[in-house]
């Protein structure tokens, strides 16, 4: 059946591209989670999705980093939004959400009691507004469908998407949702997702929680990222679930064909790359002067390196980190540095102050 629009009344407007001013992508957790955009959480129901959710929640209302994050990171406390109809907020969020140490006074979510949210319910904009949000989980994608909407249907769950995807551009609110995976074993984890391919489609990452294959720990489960639009995929990141919280334990190189044992290749990589990224990093601070970290890391993301890989090999390399004047910069440390910034009084200054 054809559906009829009528754009009659509607008024032409046209934007030229030298009237937008280009910006970069921010992210709230790099390379996982980017702000102002939809993010997807996938996986098998009871392997630990929304207790990594409370537990990425209560860092983010405290301000403090996020697993593995670079620590030349800097952030600030948000406030976040937990919406979910499969946990009680007495007994089960608030409780976990404690365990991980989270500001509750930061924590806010939409009474559900007389109408169920959908995801183009104008109360998610209006609370978002309210109370500052920049974080909304919604646990899980199938209980915000709506009536009328069927999860299978790639043009009804996109119209669905949009109004997310407009919300988070518009008030400045990075977006997660958490859903649920087929019983498809065997397939690229990519297109496990319940539903149309077209929720990991609108989404600008896409992540997934399965519990490894080779451990003995049955607690043990490991985050990978099937789909980044705006930055290299991340590492995997290996973590065990306890009562009430989630205890973050390494990263990781594993492919999510791998994690979710789709090939038959081993799991992880040699330390061939490591050590190719630690020779990368030693050529790019030859020199002994500071180099800004925003531009050394891209460089090696170019050549092909992981941010995990990056950082443990300026970790083995014991390259330093300061920040001056607001930006990160790197050098290789000196056997006779000084404990202040620009300690050899013939160094280059390469920022002007």
Not at 33 to 46: A, C, D, E, F, R
Not at 129 to 157: F, T, W
Not at 163 to 183: F, S
Request: charged share 30%; aromatic share 8%.
């Amino acid at each position: 059946m054809n559906t009829q629009y009528d754009y009659s009344g509607v008024k032409l407007e046209t934007q030229l591209a030298t009237e937008i001013e280009p910006k970069d992508v921010q992210f709230l957790w790099y390379p996982y989670i980017p702000k102002s955009k939809v993010t997807v959480l996938t996986g098998n129901p009871g392997d630990g999705k929304s207790k990594f959710l409370i537990a990425l929640a209560a860092m983010a209302t405290t301000g403090k980093p996020f697993p593995f994050e670079d620590e030349d990171t800097d952030r600030e406390p948000i406030t976040v939004m937990y919406q979910t109809t499969e946990d009680g907020y007495d007994d089960t969020v608030i409780p976990r959400f404690d365990a991980s140490g989270g500001d509750r006074s930061r924590m806010v979510h939409i009474k559900e009691d007389e109408q169920h949210l959908t995801l183009g319910d104008p109360r998610i904009p209006e609370a978002i507004r309210r109370h500052n949000v920049k974080l909304l989980i919604l646990d899980p994608l199938s209980s915000y469908i709506g009536d009328g909407c069927s999860m299978n249907q790639a043009n009804e769950m996109r119209a669905r998407l949009n109004n997310l995807i407009q919300a988070a551009d518009e008030l400045k609110c990075t977006i997660v949702i958490a859903a649920h995976m087929n019983k498809m074993e065997g397939l690229n984890p990519l297109y496990r997702n319940s539903g149309s391919v077209d929720i990991i489609g609108a989404s600008r990452s896409a992540l997934a929680i399965t519990r490894p294959k080779e451990s003995d720990n049955p607690n043990e489960r490991i985050l990978v990222q099937l789909k980044a639009n705006l930055a290299p995929i991340g590492s995997g990141i290996v973590f065990e679930t306890t009562e009430r919280s989630i205890n973050f334990l390494e990263e990781k190189e594993i492919t999510p064909d791998e994690a979710f044992g789709v090939s038959g290749r081993k799991v992880g990589r040699p330390n061939v790359k490591l050590q190719a990224a630690i020779e990368a990093m030693s050529e790019i601070l030859s020199d002994g002067k500071w180099h800004p970290t925003k531009e050394c890391s891209e460089e090696l993301m170019k050549r092909g390196f992981t941010p995990a890989t990056i950082k443990n090999a300026k970790k083995t390399l014991g390259v330093e980190s300061q920040k001056p004047h607001g930006s990160f910069v790197w050098r290789l440390k000196k056997e006779d540095d000084q404990d202040h910034f620009f300690a050899d009084s013939d160094e280059e200054n390469p920022f002007g102050f």
